[in-house]
């Protein structure tokens, strides 16, 4: 292997463990989501909060340009459940 083949190497070993924290906080970040929801529908409340998912797209937006809001809808889609608002076909992956 020459030095470029171990630097890349390298590089996706760091992608991987970015990879895995990424995955772990998305979990992590379901876990809250799905306890907030349990309270309101417990409380007689809705689970979907769209002012809340708007706030939480443009902070996707303003951290990482236009393209954060693909980032953010996928989290929220993960998040919100199989109870969450309808959705398009074009959102299925």
Known sequence: MNGAEETVERLRAGID???????RLAAR???????????RLGGGG????????EQVVA???AALGPEGA??????LRLCRGPAGPPRTSGEYG
């Open 17 to 23: 463990e970015v990879d895995a924290n990424l995955q």
């Open 29 to 39: 970040r379901r876990d809250l989501s799905n306890q907030i929801q349990s309270l």
């Open 46 to 53: 809705v689970r979907y909060d769209a002012d809340r998912e």
């Open 59 to 61: 902070s996707y937006v």
């Open 70 to 75: 693909d980032l953010a809808e996928a989290v």
